[in-house]
């Protein structure tokens, strides 16, 4: 199983040279089916509805690892958002993943259930936090990515939006059981080394890309056929000079959600990400809540 693990080796190394910082909020560790952390903003209040966010990290990564990445923590405190990046399982490699879809990254055919390990963090926070279920998120890198389009597909009754980056949907459209819309933002890089922008085969299971993807979820949420793509750029990755992403939009979904590509133009699969990119995901999700 080295190839496997060699697969993702270049992104666990770059996040692990990162660590977190948890600047004025509290980490409270809950215990659901496995353990977790939740981070408090100091503006929480009882009885004053706040959002949640979940992020999932990448295969062989770490929820410290991917917060170290995406620099979440302060722009949860600037909202109000509770937040917990959660861990995965170790599979018989000795790498964390999420059984997600059959492309990525269940290797070894684990029969753990990530997706109820996911509902139970949004469970136990909810009961002993004000949670608006209207504002419920999850976002996620490579691996777990994968894992956000499976609780996109398995919970849009739960879920308002989610994000994924660099990881993609089933391969079949008829093996998502979306029953209501949700809002997707789907994000990658078109030099992904990794997870191919236009979609690919790890071992021996097939993955649509980022176009299909965002696609797919366009048929699942009934919004226009093609989308469009806006005037507007955006800057994701700091090391390509400019703003080199392209955002592409498909109009009319129903319920007032929103499907959305972000192509990063010669992004890879680990591109050094700008300092407002937390605030570029999260302003997103919130302006997508459950209607």
């Known amino acids: 199983m080295k190839q496997k693990h060699s697969l993702f080796l270049l992104a666990a190394t770059m996040l692990a040279a990162i660590f977190p910082t948890f600047a004025h909020a509290d980490t409270v560790p809950l215990q659901g089916t496995r353990a977790f952390n939740v981070v408090v903003p100091s503006t929480y209040k009882a009885g004053t509805a706040a959002p949640l966010i979940i992020a999932l990290h990448g295969y062989t990564s770490s ?56 509902l139970s963090i949004i469970d136990t926070v909810s009961k002993k936090y004000s949670v608006d279920p209207k504002r419920i998120y999850v976002v996620g890198h490579s691996n777990g990515g994968f894992m956000t389009n499976h609780m996109a ?51 021996g299971n097939s993955y649509p890309g980022a176009e299909k993807t965002a696609s797919m979820w366009a048929a699942l949420d009934k919004c226009s056929a093609k989308a469009v793509k806006s005037s507007t750029k955006l800057d994701i990755d700091s090391s390509i000079s400019g703003s080199e992403t392209t955002v592409s939009k498909y109009l009319g979904c129903a319920n007032k959600t929103s499907v959305e590509l972000w192509t990063v133009n010669g992004g890879a699969h680990v591109p050094t990400l700008v300092p407002d990119f937390a605030e570029k995901i999260v302003n997103w999700l919130l302006a997508h809540p459950k209607s």
């Open 153 to 203: 597909c398995s919970s849009s009754d739960r879920i308002a939006a989610v994000a994924s980056f660099a990881g993609e949907q089933y391969a079949n459209i008829k093996s998502c059981k979306a029953s209501k819309p949700i809002s997707v933002l789907q994000i990658q890089g078109t030099s992904d080394e990794t997870i191919n922008y236009k979609g690919g085969n790890l071992f």
């Open 63 to 118: 929820g410290a690892q991917t917060e170290a990445y995406f620099h979440m923590v302060p722009v949860a405190q600037a909202h109000g958002i509770l937040y917990v990046y959660p861990d995965g399982t170790l599979d018989q490699g000795g790498a964390r993943f999420w059984n997600a879809t059959p492309a990525c990254c269940n290797f070894y055919k684990s029969k753990v259930n990530d997706e109820a390990f996911i």
